[in-house]
């Protein structure tokens, strides 16, 4: 059974302060890995999706990579606006491709 | 690209009536639908799968007969919660997977921005 964790649950930065939220995977297969960004009371907003170990993807203040065990979005000099939850998730086998969400990394950024 | 759009955002309704959820991609075709429900302060939790003209497949613990899925076309799904009480109230959120031309070549899911369903 796929298994996704996400930490911290929440972190607090000051404007401006760089940091990283890790996703660790356990997949019998990866099947590409998924970032998505919500706010609270909507759904969440696609940023990534990557595929294979070293691929990197940037958007923004934000850059994701990922390794054979994990994924780290890396939030650079962030602003309030950056305020949000951050999911990661894998996708199932079979044509659907289900999603697999963590818990979440809670991020807010004080001005 | 990538609109995914839920009708209604909100719902009140009485212990014991129906309500429909409305899930349309607006600018492509979903191969597959899929209906999730979050309680406050959780991660999404997958209700059931769907795909265009098929009956959808429900996850365990979700009752077929009380949340009923119906995929009518390539870009429109419906969550139709029966019989509705208290402990149905929740965020619904519906996603769409498909290729969005105007993004390239890749099949993504794209989300819904929810409908909110109180039960009194």
């Known amino acids: 059974e796929d298994q996704v964790t996400q930490s911290p649950e929440a972190l607090r930065l000051q404007e401006g302060e760089s940091s990283s939220l890790n996703c660790s995977y356990t997949?019998?297969?990866?099947?590409?890995l998924f970032w998505y960004r919500q706010d609270p009371g909507k759904g969440p907003e696609f940023l990534f999706t990557l595929y294979s170990a070293g691929e990197e993807k940037e958007k923004e203040r934000l850059k994701a990579t990922l390794t054979k065990k994990e994924s780290f979005l890396h939030i650079t000099a962030p602003k309030p606006e950056d305020s949000a939850t951050y999911l990661c998730?894998?996708?199932?086998?079979?044509?659907?491709?289900?999603?697999?969400f963590g818990s979440g990394t809670q991020l807010t950024v004080l001005p | 690209g990538a609109v995914v759009s839920q009708h209604p955002s909100r719902v009140i309704c009485k212990s014991g009536t129906s309500v429909k959820i409305e899930c349309r991609s607006l600018d492509f075709q979903a191969t597959t639908m899929f209906w999730y429900r979050q309680f406050p302060k959780q991660s999404l939790m997958l209700m059931a799968t769907?795909?265009?003209?098929?009956?959808?497949?429900?996850e365990q613990g979700v009752e077929k007969d009380k949340f009923l899925i119906n995929h009518a076309s390539l870009t429109l799904s419906t969550l139709t919660v029966t019989s509705a009480h208290p402990e149905d109230s929740s965020f619904y959120i519906c996603s769409a997977r498909g290729r969005v031309p105007a993004l390239g070549p890749a099949y993504e899911q794209y989300f819904g921005p929810g409908t909110r369903l109180t039960v009194t």
């Open positions: 769907s795909n265009e003209g098929s009956k959808a497949t429900y």
């Open positions: 998730a894998v996708p199932a086998a079979g044509s659907a491709r289900q999603l697999t």
């Open positions: 997949v019998s297969g990866l099947r590409g």
